[in-house]
């Protein structure tokens, strides 16, 4: 019932930009955490950007000043624009949504990831 599927990655030329797309069913965006995460070729997971269910965002200190987190509610997408991208963005991001409920409960959701490679 709850599917993640990220779009959007490619191949871009150092310097330019991508706009990542996570469409969600079975959830409400209003009601997750959410964010983008990536995993590069010899380096650990580790958070992009992420928006809480109140709209609040964070960022890496890599990539502040040129990725945007937002999210379309009526939709149920985030989205995760890449400006001024650098060689070492390339990675597959994920998209990811997560909550807690009562009584310890938690859900956590994974899409599958989309490859960016930026290159010349």
């Not at 950007?49 to 502040?64: E, W």
Request: glycine share 16%; charged share 10%; net charge positive.
């Amino acid at each position: 019932q709850v599917q993640l599927v990220e779009s959007g990655g490619g191949l871009v030329q150092p310097g330019g930009s991508l706009r990542l797309s996570c469409a969600t069913t079975g959830i409400h965006v209003t009601m997750y955490n959410m964010g983008w995460y990536r995993q590069a070729p010899g380096k650990q997971r580790g958070m992009v950007a992420t928006i809480t269910s109140g709209g609040s965002t964070t960022y890496a200190d890599s990539v502040k000043g040129r990725f945007t987190i937002s999210r379309d509610n009526t939709k149920n997408t985030m989205y995760l624009q890449m400006n001024g991208l650098k060689p070492e963005d390339t990675a597959v991001y994920y998209c990811n949504a997560g909550r807690s409920g009562s009584g310890g409960s938690s859900w956590n959701y994974w899409g599958q990831g989309t490859q960016v490679t930026v290159s010349s």
